[in-house]
């Protein structure tokens, strides 16, 4: 059993900057790949960027790669999300994700524990 707590959503200007970080109870964390979701309003939830157990492979979406990076503490049971040059589409609730498998899929079914989201709202 994973628990996984986001923070650090907020309000931001187009081309500025935030870092949510997702804290993780459990012994096991560092044999979980974790990824990073969002859900904008009506929308359906979309993958975002994972990173595997130990950091060596990540994966990211089209729509941040060069912006977002993933990156992961096994010593501090914590993954971040370091979210840079924001626009409005980036505006959407944030999960943090918890997958015993392998790689880095994109697919939310491959994910087993969710965070409860945080708000994310980028104005312009």
């Known amino acids: 059993q994973v628990r996984l707590v986001e923070s650090g959503g907020g309000l931001v200007q187009a081309g500025g900057s935030l870092r949510l970080a997702c804290a993780a109870s459990g012994r096991t964390f560092s044999s979980y790949t974790m990824g990073w979701f969002r859900q904008a309003p009506g929308k359906e939830r979309e993958f975002v960027g994972a990173i595997n157990w130990n950091g060596g492979i990540t994966a990211y979406a089209d729509s941040v790669k060069g912006r977002f990076t993933v990156v992961r503490d096994n010593a501090k049971n914590t993954v971040s999300l370091q979210m840079n040059s924001l626009n409005p589409e980036d505006t959407a609730v944030y999960y943090c994700?918890?997958?015993?498998?392998?790689?880095?899929?994109?697919?939310?079914?491959?994910?087993?524990?969710w965070g409860q989201g945080t708000q994310v709202t980028v104005s312009s």
């Open positions: 994700a918890a997958g015993r498998v392998g790689t880095v899929p994109v697919a939310s079914w491959e994910y087993n524990y």
